[in-house]
């Protein structure tokens, strides 16, 4: 234990070196952070804005858990004939479900009446998107689950491997342009659909139970898509975030509605001391030090570089230019506290509303239930 504190400690001093040096460099006094050594935060500061977001990602993850084993149970008991446990089917399930979400917002915006069938897929994804819309892709960092294994995964490879590996300028930008097709591929099938035909699908026996299909797509995992799976697992120990920066058109959809964010990672080069701590924190490659304020649709509003960085009031995550600047009106931004509450307004207030107006279970009469799920491997889509 006390080898331990003192290697910590050393690590500590260590940075304060190299802070020290690089402040010398750039010819600038250095205020530190309060609270801060070796220019970060104790992690059980409540100013930690990482520890905040590992809270938030780990409560996400185990309700999810509890989402899908209950959903498991509920579908057994159906497919047991009623032979098994039976709980209530968990409405939380169609957060798993994007593109029915995505069909239900299409059936809203042109009728303004909220489907029946599976509406509160259409109501998380409203959630989700309005969290992009205010706090960049947050929901990418402090929520979603696939990204925080994502992350887990990454951190992992760097503990084995000592470091991270990225493709070339030349490669990972036509590699960030994937998701984006994925998504154009997704709103091209959507966006066309006349009303009827998305209350034909979603009325159709495979509509009705899509969530259970997508329980038995996993269940029943072809040779292609376990193969892609584990190739996508393993390229995540080298490559930070290979699904979420490459590949996830869900994040592609919440990055083009960041792009209207009021808040944004602010930098005040009055007071930077060029140390170059937050592009190297950022797990985006984004060249923060660089930057005044960070605009691109690959932040997810982490605040990995605002945890690292060691001066005052130097990088903030605010809708304000940071103190100091010229016709700067506030000091402080967005503490990890803040985003957390922030967010759990959102989807509380999201998932409440839902509930209150009747719109966040799907209620369909048992015996559809207990004619559809045993003979849903039979089901093809519509």
């Known amino acids: ?71 498991y149970i509920w579908v057994r008991f159906y497919e047991t004939g009623g032979n098994s446990l039976y709980l209530e089917r968990p409405a939380g399930i169609e957060g798993w479900l994007p593109i029915a979400g995505l069909m239900n917002l299409k059936y809203f915006l042109e009728t303004w009446n909220i489907p029946p069938i599976h509406a509160a897929s259409m109501l998380l994804l409203v959630a989700f998107l309005a969290m992009g819309l205010l706090l960049k892709k947050a929901f990418c960092s402090w929520l979603c689950p696939v990204g925080t294994l994502s992350e887990a995964l990454g951190a992992l490879g760097k503990k084995l491997f000592g470091r991270h590996f990225s493709p070339p300028r030349w490669l990972d930008i036509p590699l960030r342009s994937l998701k984006y097709l994925l998504l154009a591929f997704f709103l091209y099938l959507v966006v066309p659909m006349p009303v009827q035909a998305i209350q034909g699908f979603l009325m159709s026996p495979y509509g009705l139970i899509a969530d259970v299909k997508m329980l038995n797509f996993f269940r029943n995992i072809g040779q292609v898509t376990l193969i892609s799976v584990i190739v996508l697992t393993i ?30 990672v ?94 966040w279970d799907t209620k369909l009469p048992e015996q559809f239930y207990q004619r559809l799920i045993p003979q849903s491997q039979m089901l093809g889509h519509p």
């Open 266 to 359: 602010r930098r005040n080069p009055d007071s930077c001391i060029d140390c170059g701590k937050c592009a190297k924190a950022c797990p985006s490659r984004i060249p923060v030090d660089r930057l005044i304020q960070v605009r691109t649709v690959e932040c997810t509003a982490c605040m990995s570089c605002v945890e690292s960085c060691p001066a005052k009031d130097t990088l903030v995550f605010s809708a304000f230019r940071p103190k100091g600047q010229p016709g700067a009106t506030r000091s402080a931004g967005l503490s990890g506290m803040a985003i957390a509450l922030i967010l759990t307004l959102i989807l509380g207030g999201t998932i409440g509303y839902a509930k209150l107006a009747g719109h």
């Open 235 to 264: 390229g995540s120990l080298f490559v930070q975030n290979l699904w979420c920066r490459y590949l996830c058109p869900y994040g592609a959809l919440i990055g083009l509605f960041s792009l209207f964010s009021p808040f944004k």
């Open 1 to 71: 234990m006390n080898s331990h504190l003192k290697q910590i400690n050393a690590q500590n001093n260590d940075a304060d070196d190299d802070i020290d040096k690089a402040a010398t460099r750039s010819r600038k006094k250095l205020i530190r952070r309060p609270g801060t050594k070796g220019g970060k935060l104790p992690w059980n500061s409540l100013q930690n804005a990482k520890t905040w977001r590992h809270v938030a990602q780990s409560v996400f993850v185990v309700i999810n858990i509890y989402i899908c084993v209950t959903f």
